[in-house]
């Protein structure tokens, strides 16, 4: 079973940032958040991932609370190309990756 | 575009059928990973290889039979299948990490309908 909860969907305007909650309140010490993203007739594709800290990439920002109980996804300026279905994953090495239900993000023009 | 390649996008094959998914990386990926996607559900772990040996199998049934040829290479064989196998079939790839799981790439799936 997947470890997180996430909104089933969201709507973002334009060139707004969209922030992706996730709560994953049972989440071990040693167990790391990663996010992904599905496209309509794509496969998912990786966006970051984190442990702790506060991760930034070219896609995204992670922000992970102290208690590592919850984090958010944040895409800066969305785009319509960003309408997709975010999935928080929380995995230990040596698990099998589990997939949640997502949250469908849609950008709305 | 994606970096890893996965033939036929697309397969409709009777219940009696013999056919082979097949799955391509050249990134010099050492793990990769089967998954199937039902309608309107996220992608579900059925086959995971590490330097071409088989790793984690999901308790797959049997007409579902992966293959690793090589380090660039992944098929999945499939015989006798059911209409409920009828799905979206992915294929990923990943480094093999020590600590962590290394971020997956993934193909854009063959779609598999059963007739």
């Known amino acids: 079973d997947a470890k997180t909860t996430q909104p089933t969907s969201m709507d973002c305007a334009e060139g707004r940032a969209a922030n992706l909650p996730c709560n994953h309140s049972t989440i071990s010490g040693n167990e790391y958040v990663y996010w992904y993203r599905q496209i309509h007739s794509q496969g998912p594709q990786y966006i970051i991932h984190g442990l702790k800290n506060n991760e930034t990439n070219e896609m995204a920002s992670l922000i992970i609370t102290e208690d590592r109980k919850s984090s958010t996804l944040i895409l800066p300026h969305a785009t319509l190309r960003d309408t997709a279905v975010y999935y928080c994953i929380v995995h230990n090495y040596g698990q099998n990756f589990v997939f949640g239900p997502g949250t469908r993000l849609s950008v709305l023009p | 575009d994606t970096e890893v390649t996965q033939t036929p996008k697309h397969l409709v094959m009777g219940m009696t059928n013999k056919k082979s998914l097949k799955c391509e990386q050249h990134?010099?990926?050492?793990?990769m990973y089967w998954y199937k996607q039902k309608a309107k559900k996220p992608p579900e772990l059925m086959f995971v290889?590490?330097?071409?040996?088989?790793?984690i199998n999901e308790s797959v049934p049997s007409r579902f039979s992966p293959e690793c040829p090589n380090s660039s290479l992944l098929n999945l064989h499939l015989h006798a299948l059911q209409p409920e196998d009828s799905a979206l079939y992915l294929c990923?790839?990943?480094?093999?990490?020590?600590?962590?799981?290394?971020?997956?790439?993934f193909g854009d799936g063959t779609r598999l309908s059963i007739l």
């Open positions: 990923a790839s990943s480094r093999v990490g020590s600590t962590e799981i290394q971020p997956q790439h």
């Open positions: 290889y590490s330097y071409e040996k088989l790793s």
């Open positions: 990134m010099g990926h050492r793990a």
